[in-house]
């Protein structure tokens, strides 16, 4: 047999050979085009690895914009439509539940489809409905739009993230994703640059129809990216199990074994025995995540607005800087993780975050707010690099987006649904947001604890060596 590309790139990603007729058909389908055969051999890195991480970089930097527009907007809004606090919240979640939906539908869609295609379609989604959100005459269509805006873009980062995962060298997976999550920092910072400037001086609705004339600049990025070698592999390597089977061919008991779990990829293969130690691994570390920024991505816009004192151009610029200085703890936390481990990477950061924003609750003073706020975004916003990097190595190709749907999905019903009742009942008891914002530190230091001793160390390791 003679030696392809694809050979050299190790064979199949779950660490058997090729069968001996060669490559599968739809890898030889695949390896026709140029910016396939550039990521079929990991061995080097090439113009089409810069392509995906930035195609994935400017899905995370929509995403940031996304959230942070709508949540600094919300005091406008809030005030148009006549709303309490508990009347907004409740909007708030139904449109977080529909987009949980999302973050499971289209990962578990990826795994029969592939990563690529459906990257273009979220981001496509999104543009098309950031301006019927903007348009909508009443609170109840605003949430239904919102609610659709959710559903689109949920996906599109666990997306992104497995096919950086599946195309980049190991020495640098940590790295290059967590610098593509870092690009929500520079999203969010271009959020509070559009609140400050657009929604300050021609309304809120202007603000959010920014977002989706810039995401159109995706879809040209998306249409370079190939698709994942690893889940290419792993469907031939399904296509060859099964027509030897159906043919009456001997079938090794490794191949049978794994053919029974990959050929029926469902909620069910993510709790098997062999991968519920991952799940309840990145179950752990993708709640914390959420619980986490739950408070500040809702309600830090409302926070400094009613309690601080700050006008809504003043609390934008803070943003701006807040983005920036949490890309510097993205990268820095990409860069640990890469080259000390990924548990290093997380307890840094999450310390670091959790001491400064104890600080930044209790100071009244002004200048001490910047400092200290601009100081805890470097920690709060990096310790999401490991947290990304994690869930997006730690399961099976056959299972990485159903299994990556399921943790964020249930991630995001526990910090986004049900932690906001917590959220809201605090400050309706006590008046302040104050108690609320305190949880805060205490969930990163449970984290910290709890990735100290319950996560595994990836760095360095092939796919393929994590999980099978």
């Known amino acids: 047999m003679s030696t392809t590309t694809a050979d050299k790139a190790g064979g199949l990603p779950d660490g058997t050979s090729y069968h001996p007729a060669g490559v599968g058909p739809l890898e030889q389908k695949h390896m026709r085009h140029a910016n396939y055969r550039a990521v079929a051999d990991d061995s080097r890195i090439t113009r089409t690895h810069w392509h995906i991480a930035t195609a994935n970089g400017l899905g995370w930097g929509f995403d940031g914009m996304d959230g942070v527009i709508f949540a600094l907007v919300s005091p406008l809004i809030i005030k148009e439509f006549a709303l309490s ?85 190991a020495r640098l997976r940590g790295r290059v ?4 999550r870092a690009a929500w920092c520079f999203g969010a910072s271009l959020a509070g640059a559009i609140t400050g400037i657009v929604a300050a001086t021609w309304g809120w609705r202007m603000a959010v129809m920014v977002p989706g004339v810039i995401a159109l600049l995706a879809i040209y990025v998306r249409a370079t990216c190939p698709e994942s070698p690893y889940w290419v592999r792993t469907q031939d390597r399904k ?18 074994a794994w053919f029974l779990k990959a050929d029926r990829v469902g909620i069910r293969q993510v709790f098997m025995p062999d991968t519920l130690p991952s799940t309840f691994v990145a179950l752990f570390v993708a709640c914390c995540s959420t619980c986490i920024f739950g408070t500040v991505g809702a309600w830090m816009p ?28 993205l990268w820095l936390a990409g860069w640990l993780a890469d080259r000390v481990g990924r548990r290093i990477a997380f307890i840094a950061l999450l310390l670091e975050g959790a001491v400064f924003l104890t600080a930044w609750i209790f100071t009244q003073d002004r200048l001490l707010l910047w400092i200290f706020g601009l100081a805890w975004s470097f920690g709060f916003l990096g310790f999401w690099g490991p947290s990304t990097v994690l869930t997006a190595e730690i399961f099976p190709t056959r299972i990485r987006g159903v299994a990556n749907g399921v943790v964020w999905a249930v991630a995001y019903f526990v910090g986004f649904v049900l932690w906001p009742f917590a959220t809201v009942a605090l400050q309706q008891a006590t008046g302040s947001f104050k108690l609320a914002f305190l949880c805060i530190p205490a ?26």
């Open 302 to 329: 409302l926070y400094l607005s009613t309690e601080k004192g700050w006008s809504t151009a003043e609390y934008s610029t803070f943003y701006v800087l807040w983005g920036i200085v949490g890309f510097f703890g």
């Open 239 to 256: 296509a060859r199990v099964r027509a030897a089977l159906r043919g009456g061919e001997p079938v090794n008991e490794e191949d049978r």
């Open 177 to 180: 994703i967590s610098i593509n």
């Open 85 to 169: 606090v508990p009347e907004y919240r409740t909007g708030l979640q139904i449109s977080l539940f529909v987009g949980i939906a999302g973050l499971y539908f289209w990962p578990w869609l990826s795994d029969r489809f592939g990563r690529r295609s459906l990257l273009a379609i979220n981001i496509a989604l999104f543009s098309l409905l950031m301006p019927v959100v903007a348009l909508s005459p009443t609170f109840t269509v605003f949430v239904i739009a919102r609610s659709m805006v959710g559903f689109a873009l949920n996906g599109e980062w666990s997306l992104g993230s497995m096919l950086v995962a599946e195309t980049w060298p």
């Open 443 to 468: 969930f990163m230091l449970l984290m910290a604890l709890g990735v100290w001793l319950c996560v595994p160390e990836h760095a360095g390791k092939e796919l393929n060596k994590i999980s099978v």
